[in-house]
């Protein structure tokens, strides 16, 4: 395979070798059921505990029974929404923000038809939550608040202390789809007591596809999403997946391991990509640059570009980037994040997400400054979009 430079992170990432040899032995050695009452299935059962105290130690869970293993970060988010609104059924308001991952604003809408009110939150130029809206919209009729911790496209972290006290203060679940922040940032469920619940996914911190848990506090009604089936202590149905499991585990302590890496050297990268890019390229735009944002992302904008000829030339020379939120990849539209953050028109076709990790070094960020100039250019002359240039 020839050189790979991969900037695409936020969509998933590779899987680390510790991760990978974890599990190597859950294939083939260790495969017995972990339900089975025999020693060779109590033996996997009891490797999956372990994996539950890593992932818990990732979230600064206090109790590792708080964590469910799911199979995505999607049906994490799908199981905690369908859990809260079944858990409070007298209240009709459902509340999230305008630039949630399709995973939660689908699932919320869906309850459009079953009468809820669903209220979608908007955002200010910079990405963040307008707090002023959110305060209005939570209420004693609020079932469900959910919220993400930090955005897939932008980068940009939501304040979810203060969002979570202020809807536990109306009686509301408090959900964050924290897919985007663990790993990157330092979450802590010991010192957000309002959160409810939270959801991860594992292959976007170097665990494999396929992988996902969802934390559920202690005490917080739960109402499990698939009716037949015991595992997971009589919450989620299926089969253990352990060698997936194990590998989550793994990537929860290396990732816990690694926070001081992303707030300094891959920040440091990222921070020097965005200097460079200002430089380099007239009619640039940074979204979210004032905004508290997760240290690995980067979404920029270029003036009358179509991303889809900046994404085709980058491949061309081997770098992978995205252009807002690569689950949407198939929908040529601008992002519903960058338009409810108020991107003018002229910018919103030219969107280009890049996404760092701990295995991205300096010269990942030389190859995408040296090409990405001469490509807005050639974007920019061949746009569509260009009326003006
Ligand atoms: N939530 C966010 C913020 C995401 O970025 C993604 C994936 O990109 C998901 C949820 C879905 O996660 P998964 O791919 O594990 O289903």
Redesign the pocket.
């Known amino acids: 395979m020839s050189k790979v430079t991969y900037l695409d992170n936020?969509?998933?990432t590779r899987v680390a070798e510790e991760v990978l040899e974890a599990m190597l032995p859950f294939f083939c050695d260790y495969y017995g059921n972990a339900s089975s009452v025999y020693e060779f299935g109590a033996q996997v059962h009891d490797r999956l505990e372990h994996a539950r105290k890593q992932v818990a130690e990732l979230l600064g869970a206090e109790h590792p029974h708080e964590i469910i293993f799911t199979?995505?970060?999607?049906?994490?988010?799908n199981t905690a929404i369908h859990s809260a609104v079944r858990a409070l059924p007298n209240r009709k308001r459902i509340v999230t923000s305008a630039v949630?991952?399709?995973?939660?604003l689908d699932t919320c809408r869906a309850y459009k038809k079953e009468g809820y009110e669903v209220i979608e939150v908007g955002v200010d130029e910079q990405g963040q939550l307008d707090m002023d809206a959110y305060k209005a919209a939570v209420n004693e009729q609020t079932c469900l608040v959910s919220l993400?911790y930090?955005?897939?496209e932008s980068g940009v972290v939501f304040p979810i202390e203060e969002a979570s006290a202020l809807a536990k203060g109306k009686g509301a679940i408090f959900h964050t789809?924290?897919?985007?922040a663990a790993g990157k940032i330092p979450l802590n469920m010991g010192a957000c007591p309002h959160i409810d619940m939270l959801?991860i996914?594992?292959?976007?911190f170097h665990a494999p596809?396929g992988i996902?848990a969802l934390y559920v506090r202690n005490g917080t009604p739960f109402d499990k999403f698939m009716l037949g089936g015991h595992q997971e202590r009589n919450r989620r149905a299926g089969t253990e997946a352990s060698a997936l499991i194990v590998g989550l585990g793994a990537a929860a302590e290396l990732a816990a391991s690694r926070l001081e890496d992303e707030e300094t050297r891959v920040k440091g990268m990222r921070d020097r990509l965005q200097k460079e890019l200002v430089a380099a390229i007239p009619d640039i735009r940074v979204n979210a640059a004032n905004a508290p944002r997760t240290p690995n992302t980067l979404s920029v904008a270029f003036k009358y570009a179509d991303e889809e000829i900046i994404l085709r030339e980058l491949s061309a020379q081997g770098i992978c980037a995205s252009s807002g939120?690569?689950?949407n990849s198939e929908v040529i539209e601008p992002s519903h994040v960058m338009k409810a953050m108020g991107v003018p028109p002229e910018y919103l076709n030219g969107v280009l997400r890049i996404s760092l990790s701990h295995y991205t070094d300096s010269s990942d960020i030389d190859a995408i400054v040296s090409a990405l100039p001469g490509i807005v250019r050639l974007a920019q002359s061949q746009s569509l979009f260009n009326e003006e240039l």
């Open positions: 936020n969509a998933t199979s995505c970060g999607s049906e994490s988010d949630e991952h399709l995973a939660v993400m930090a955005n897939n789809d924290a897919v985007q959801s996914s594992g292959h976007k596809k996902g939120s690569a689950c």
